[in-house]
C-alpha cells in the first residue's frame, strides 16, 4: 500500500525557514513525478512546486526564489526547503504524486503537515 508522511512543519516568524519531508513507502518513488500541495485555511489546494524522476523542477510563481524541492531517491524521501517565508505561506502542505494538480487528485496523498506564519 502506497504511503507518504509529511513532517517538519511548525511554526515560524515571518523571514524565517523550515525543510519539510515526505517519506514514500509502497510504491517505486525514483519512477514518480512528485509534487508539493499546499492548502491555506479556507481556500482550495494550491500547487507550489514538482520534481520529475529526472530532477528537473517547476515552481509557482510565487514560492519560486523561496521554495526549493528536491528529491533523495536512495531514501525515498522528497523535500520542500522554504526560506523567507510570509504569512500568506501559512498552510496545510502535502506531498503528492503527480507533477499538476489535477494530475495529483488521481494519485496519493501524505496526511499533510501544518506550516503557520505569523509574529
Known amino acids: 500500500e502506497a504511503q507518504l508522511v509529511e513532517s517538519g512543519g511548525g511554526w515560524v516568524q515571518p523571514g524565517g525557514s523550515l525543510r519539510l519531508s515526505c517519506a514514500a513507502s509502497?510504491?517505486?518513488?525514483?519512477?514518480?513525478?512528485m509534487s508539493w500541495i499546499r492548502r491555506a485555511p479556507g481556500k482550495g489546494p494550491e500547487w507550489i512546486a514538482n520534481i520529475n524522476s529526472g530532477g528537473n523542477t517547476y515552481y509557482k510563481q510565487s514560492v519560486k526564489d523561496r521554495f526549493t524541492i528536491s528529491r533523495d531517491n536512495a531514501k525515498n524521501t522528497l523535500y520542500l526547503q522554504m526560506n523567507s517565508l510570509k504569512p500568506e505561506d501559512t498552510a496545510d502542505y502535502y506531498c503528492?504524486?503527480?507533477?499538476?494538480?489535477?494530475?495529483?487528485?488521481?494519485?496519493?496523498w501524505g496526511q499533510g503537515t501544518q506550516v503557520t506564519v505569523s509574529s
Open positions: 509502497g510504491f517505486t518513488f525514483g519512477t514518480y513525478a
Open positions: 503528492t504524486t503527480g507533477s499538476s494538480l489535477p494530475d495529483s487528485l488521481r494519485g496519493y
